[in-house]
T-cell receptor
Framework: GQNIDQPTEMTATEGAIVQINCTYQTSGFNGLFWYQQHAGEAPTFLSYNVLDGLEEKGRFSSFLSRSKGYSYLLLKELQMKDSASYLCAVLDSNYQLIWGAGTKLIIKP | TAGITQAPTSQILAAGRSMTLRCTQDMRHNAMYWYRQDLGLGLRLIHYSNTAGTTGKGEVPDGYSVSRANTDDFPLTLASAVPSQTSVYFC????????????????FGQGTRLTVV
C-alpha cells in the first residue's frame, strides 16, 4: 500500500528554526509537495521537489532524498503566523496526490 | 480573483437525504478533485476529473457521485447521506494533470463542513 508518515504535532519557539519530516512509500514518484493549512482554512501550496536536494524559498526550504523516500520542510525565523498544519503529498505513478495526515505546528512566544 | 468557490460553506443534513455540494473554478484548470478531510487522516480523494466530460473514482468513492459537464463546474452529490459522511469537503483544481511537475499542484476551495445527523 501507499503510505506517507509525518509527526502528528510539533512545538517550536518564535524566532527559532523547525524541521518537519516526511517519509513516503508510494507506487512510483513524480514529485513531492508541501502545503500549509491554517485551522479552518484551505491548504495552500508551499513547495515542490522532484530532484534530490534543497529548494529554498524565503524563510521556507524543502529537501528531498528519493533514495531514502524522505523529505523535510525547514522553517526559519518562526513567526506566530506560521502556526498551522503542514501537509506532505506525493504524486504517484498515476499522477494522483497521496497525502500525509499533516503535522500541526504550534509556535510559542 | 475568485479561484475556486464552494457552496455551501456548512450544512447540517438529515441521514437519508440527498445533497449536492457545488464547486466552480474560474482558472480554466483542466483537472478538478473532491477530497474529504477527517481529523487524524490525510486528505482522501473521493472523485476526480482530468478534463471536462470525464470522471474517475478516487480512494473513497462509495456513496458519492460527480459530473463534469463543463470546465468550470464539478458538483459532488450524496445520494443518501449517512453519518460517516460527516466531514470537511474540499474541492480542488490543477492546471495540467498527468504531467508531473509544477502545473500539477492543487488549488483548493475554502471547504464545505458537512454534518450528517
Amino acid at each position: 500500500g501507499q503510505n506517507i508518515d509525518q509527526p502528528t504535532e510539533m512545538t517550536a519557539t518564535e524566532g527559532a528554526i523547525v524541521q518537519i519530516n516526511c517519509t513516503y512509500q508510494t507506487s512510483g514518484f513524480n514529485g513531492l509537495f508541501w502545503y500549509q493549512q491554517h485551522a479552518g482554512e484551505a491548504p495552500t501550496f508551499l513547495s515542490y521537489n522532484v530532484l534530490d536536494g534543497l529548494e529554498e524559498k524565503g524563510r521556507f526550504s524543502s529537501f528531498l532524498s528519493r533514495s531514502k523516500g524522505y523529505s523535510y520542510l525547514l522553517l526559519k525565523e518562526l513567526q506566530m503566523k506560521d502556526s498551522a498544519s503542514y501537509l506532505c503529498a506525493v504524486l504517484d505513478s498515476n499522477y494522483q496526490l497521496i497525502w500525509g495526515a499533516g503535522t500541526k505546528l504550534i509556535i510559542k512566544p | 480573483t475568485a479561484g475556486i468557490t464552494q457552496a455551501p460553506t456548512s450544512q447540517i443534513l438529515a441521514a437519508g437525504r440527498s445533497m449536492t455540494l457545488r464547486c466552480t473554478q474560474d482558472m480554466r484548470h483542466n483537472a478538478m478533485y473532491w477530497y474529504r478531510q477527517d481529523l487524524g487522516l490525510g486528505l482522501r480523494l473521493i472523485h476526480y476529473s482530468n478534463t471536462a466530460g470525464t470522471t474517475g473514482k478516487g480512494e473513497v468513492p462509495d456513496g458519492y457521485s460527480v459530473s463534469r459537464a463543463n470546465t468550470d463546474d464539478f458538483p459532488l452529490t450524496l445520494a443518501s447521506a449517512v453519518p460517516s459522511q460527516t466531514s470537511v469537503y474540499f474541492c480542488a483544481s490543477s492546471p495540467h494533470p498527468g504531467t508531473g511537475g509544477l502545473g500539477t499542484e492543487a488549488f483548493f476551495g475554502q471547504g464545505t463542513r458537512l454534518t450528517v445527523v
